[in-house]
């Protein structure tokens, strides 16, 4: 064990996952207090300039102030300052240059008091950014501005920078703020006029990198709302300000309306930020005229605003023609930012990313746990240069429920060839091992007064659906019992409200008329031992496992021609009748629910007689019998009353 646990110090300091190289980090705000709409500045001392990094990552922590949390959305951004002027008094004067992050604060009605829904008053959540195309502002001292929106007290930035050694995917030339700032939808024409940027001989690549965000009773909840952006009057790219995805975000449950999508953006987490691909399309040499739109059609809304940021980054040729990148492990993981994909037993899913000049057309995915069986899978699909794709991969064996041995995940042989860079083609992931349920159990699931909204699905490990449960009544309690063999399962529970996204608000939730619901597993006989969110947005989704004492056997297919438990019910004495067909070593174990051996007794040359286990020490209370020969075990629930 102690191999991993260095390994393990090596890989997993500072966000679960760093690479091999060589890596500075660098702090600006630590642990401000946002107490009131305004900026708060705080100086990062970054390194000189001279030095080439592949990556550069900021980390962007957020959590309730010294004072509280405040019940309400509001947007912060993190943004690089630049020198500007000299005041009456002498004091240089900074300007925004460039905006980094925006980030919206949850509701944190819930995230104030211990043990609040789940929330400590100590939590924080990780907002992660690729900030590489900033590396040349990010040099020696610089001004680094968090502003917060609110009109309330409070959340809370840390602010950490993380620059790995290494050749970038592209050298920039620069990065031109050509639209930022907030206006109403009814004035963007007037504030956002076409702009004539000149474009060097030396860009030999561009994008355009846009973030922006609707907000206002209008602006918040209206899809269909467009932007585009255009080069001499043609239209280059047509995307919707819109997420549809907001009662599947990671920082659950909070207070508010959460689970409501939005233009853009959902409380606690990030407004979407896109890369759009000039390259093909800009003229090198000469001015090209750029324009930036909102627009929808027959559209005139009382109360509604955008603030966006849009970006233009020139590059020199990219560095690579072939480099297939291992971006991200989602599951297994212990990132914030994947917390509904985890813990998992199941199917390891991770992002790749293209980072050559060729389309990447195939790659090879290899993962595993560190010196073990290793898997492969075989990519095919079409990415362009800074695209990525999210894959799922083959379900794989888990060699220990003890031991963390280290998992990893690697790209090769992209397009059939050689990859030019192959420094960034390993992760490894950092995880947690899920629970293990009792063999037999039942789902308590009671409905709402909107059943139609709600059901659930238990998938095995290979995907396969075991159970489903739809179409039930208002109000209803339903009782699903399950006797599952040893082996890694999904219990997934939904509420898709027929894709009406003001619908997908769990079993339970403050701002409808739906009631209340609630999903529970229960002992049998017992208690219940799981309690499930029921104010969990779009989906649920928990992965358990059964015990693993199977192994290299076969269950209940005893080749025995008699074999009897009594009795059942026990109180101080349990008898096992027992007829051989061959003569064989025979070990038998007795077990709680949670697989802790409490009898195992092994007998040498047993063909038949009776076997006498003393339980007189047992609790009341329901427990497994094995039996093992011939390389078959017999397992049957024994239940003890005293």
């Not at 679960?16 to 946002?34: G, K, M, R, W």
């Not at 209940?556 to 109180?571: D, K």
């Not at 007689?609 to 024994?638: D, P, R, T």
Request: aromatic share 14%; with cysteine; net charge negative.
């Amino acid at each position: 064990m102690n191999k991993y646990i260095l390994i393990l110090i090596s890989i997993f300091t500072f966000g679960e996952i760093i690479s091999q190289e060589d890596t500075t980090f660098v702090q600006a705000h630590n642990y401000v207090d946002l107490d009131w709409n305004g900026n708060y500045d705080a100086w990062g001392f970054f390194p000189d300039g001279t030095t080439s990094y592949r990556k550069i990552l900021m980390h962007y922590d957020m959590r309730c102030s010294s004072s509280g949390c405040s019940g309400w959305d509001y947007t912060t951004k993190i943004i690089i300052l630049k020198e500007d002027n000299l005041d009456e008094e002498g004091n240089l004067t900074f300007i925004n240059d460039q905006t980094l992050a925006n980030v919206v604060t949850p509701y944190g009605t819930y995230m104030q008091g211990s043990g609040s829904e789940g929330f400590s008053p100590n939590w924080v959540q990780r907002y992660t950014y690729d900030v590489t195309d900033f590396a040349h502002l990010l040099v020696d001292s610089v001004k680094m501005r968090a502003f917060y929106g609110g009109w309330s007290t409070g959340f809370n930035v840390t602010l950490n920078f993380e620059f790995i050694e290494g050749t970038p995917p592209r050298n920039v030339l620069n990065v031109q703020n050509l639209w930022s700032g907030s206006n109403s939808y009814s004035s963007m024409v007037e504030v956002l006029p076409d702009t004539s940027i000149f474009i060097p001989q030396e860009a030999k690549n561009s994008a355009m990198r846009v973030t922006i965000s609707g907000h206002g009773q209008d602006g918040e909840f209206t899809d269909g709302v467009n932007y585009y952006l255009k080069l001499d009057n043609n239209n280059l790219y047509t995307q919707e300000i819109w997420r549809d995805d907001c009662g599947e975000v990671a920082l659950y449950p909070q207070g508010g309306t959460w689970v409501y999508d939005r233009a853009n953006w959902c409380p606690g987490d990030k407004a979407t930020t896109r890369k759009h691909e000039l390259t093909s399309y800009l003229t090198t040499g000469q001015d090209n005229l750029l324009d930036f739109d909102i627009y929808k059609s027959n559209w005139n809304p009382a109360e509604a605003s955008y603030i966006y940021d849009v970006q233009l980054i020139t590059y020199e040729e990219p560095n690579f023609s072939l480099d297939a990148v291992m971006e991200d492990i989602i599951a297994p993981s212990t990132k914030q930012e994947h917390f509904r994909f985890n813990p998992s037993c199941s199917n390891p899913i991770v992002k790749i990313k293209n980072q050559g000049s060729q389309t990447l057309t195939s790659v090879e995915i290899i993962y595993g746990f560190e010196g073990y069986t290793q898997n492969s899978y075989s990519w095919l699909g079409s990415l362009e240069i800074g695209e990525t794709e999210k894959v799922e991969l083959p379900p794989i064996n888990w060699y220990s429920w003890e031991e963390k041995v280290p998992f990893y995940a690697r790209v090769e042989a992209p397009n059939s060839s050689v990859d030019e860079y192959n420094v960034n083609d390993l992760l490894y992931s950092d995880y947690e091992f899920i629970e293990e349920y009792p063999s037999t159990f039942a789902m308590w699931f009671k409905t709402n007064n909107v059943p139609n909204e709600s059901s659930y699905e238990l998938r095995d490990n290979d995907g396969n659906l075991l159970f489903s449960r739809s179409g039930m009544s208002a109000n209803t309690i339903y009782k699903d019992t399950f006797d599952l063999d040893p082996g890694c399962y999904k219990f997934q529970i939904l509420d898709t409200g027929g894709n009406q996204y003001t619908n997908e608000d769990g079993l339970s939730w403050w701002a409808n008329n739906d009631g209340s619901g609630y999903a529970r597993l229960k002992n049998l006989p017992g208690g219940f031992f799981k309690y499930y969110e029921d104010d969990f947005g779009t989906e649920l989704t928990d992965y358990f496992r059964i015990g693993d004492y199977s192994i290299g056997l076969n269950y209940n297919t005893f080749s025995s021609p008699f074999v009897e438990i009594y009795p059942n019910p026990a109180n101080n004495t349990l008898f096992i009748e027992l007829e051989l067909i061959d003569q064989s070593d025979v070990s038998v174990l007795l077990t709680d629910l949670n697989g802790k051996i409490i009898h195992d007794i092994d007998y040498c040359n047993f063909k038949n007689g009776a076997i006498n286990l003393n339980i007189e020490s047992l609790n009341s209370g329901v427990y497994n019998c094995f039996i093992v020969a011939q390389n078959s075990v017999f397992n049957k629930k024994v239940i003890v009353v005293k």
